[in-house]
Nanobody, 125 residues
Framework: QVQLVESGGGLVQAGGSLRLSCAAS????????MGWFRQAPGKEREFVAG???????????DYADSARGRFTVSRDSAKNTVYLQMNKLKPEDTAVYYC???????????????WGQGTQVTVSS
């Protein structure tokens, strides 16, 4: 049974940083896509950042416009884990953040095969 377990969410002031982690179990995702989505109250779930395997231990990253320049997604294939480093956080970043994984590069909801349970990120002004 595949499980994605997120950690690292919490409450932070605007301008602060948080690092989210997502550990996968039940299968290896070394050659697959992993990434992050978020969903704010009353809004649809949206893409934040994703990675795709490019061979060996190289991964390409892609970002939503709202995340580019502030967030960094990274992988540790040995730990079957994906991270999201979030800097310069804004109140509008407040949402539940979901880890996502699948055989294709993570970019849209349609590319996701597995979801984590979500972790709350709250940014106060």
């Amino acid at each position: 049974q595949v499980q994605l377990v997120e950690s690292g969410g919490g409450l932070v002031q605007a301008g602060g940083s948080l690092r989210l982690s997502c550990a996968a179990s039940g299968r290896t995702f070394s050659n697959d896509g992993m990434g992050w989505f978020r969903q704010a109250p009353g809004k649809e779930r949206e893409f934040v950042a994703g990675t795709k395997w490019a061979g060996r231990s190289i991964y390409y990253a892609d970002y939503a416009d709202s995340a580019r320049g502030r967030f960094t997604v990274s992988r540790d294939s040995a730990k079957n884990t994906v991270y999201l480093q979030m800097n310069k956080l804004k109140p509008e970043d407040t949402a539940v953040y979901y880890c996502a994984a699948g055989p294709a590069p993570i970019a849209t909801i349609a590319t996701v095969q597995y979801w984590g349970q979500g972790t709350q990120v709250t940014v106060s002004s």
